[in-house]
Nanobody
Framework: VQLQASGGGLVQAGDSLRLSCVVSERTFDTSIMGWFRQAPGNDREFVAAIKRSGGFTRYSDSVKGRFTISRDNAKNTVYLQMSSLKPEDTAVYFC?????????????????????WGQGTQVTVSS
């Protein structure tokens, strides 16, 4: 399974950006898809995740109300729409797939729950 993230870039505070992550296989259909980020010197942190149906999502407190995760199962793609970006959103953003816990009632926020990872895309927000 390969995950290909794209859409990062350099923007100014207050701008918007949309990240995309294409998954290579049908495994995507049954997976929980998530976005994580990692800033220099920091641990990788959970940003958002979405279950297969798209009706159940979860966000970190730091992005709730500004970021929106969505998925298009027909295109094997998950998106992260980021609005009102802040300099503290600067990080490498990774998409990930949790193929093990898809039937769980909840969405995991720990990176250890996700078994497939994309290569990351850099988002830089200038003040």
């Amino acid at each position: 399974v390969q995950l290909q993230a794209s859409g990062g870039g350099l923007v100014q505070a207050g701008d918007s950006l949309r990240l995309s992550c294409v998954v290579s296989e049908r495994t995507f259909d049954t997976s929980i898809m998530g976005w994580f980020r990692q800033a220099p010197g920091n641990d990788r942190e959970f940003v958002a995740a979405i279950k297969r149906s798209g009706g159940f999502t979860r966000y970190s407190d730091s992005v709730k109300g500004r970021f929106t995760i969505s998925r298009d199962n027909a295109k094997n793609t998950v998106y992260l729409q980021m609005s009102s970006l802040k300099p503290e959103d600067t990080a490498v953003y990774f998409c990930a797939a949790d193929t093990v816990h898809a039937r769980s009632q909840s969405i995991a926020t720990s990176s250890s729950a996700y078994d497939y990872w994309g290569q990351g895309t850099q988002v830089t927000v200038s003040s």
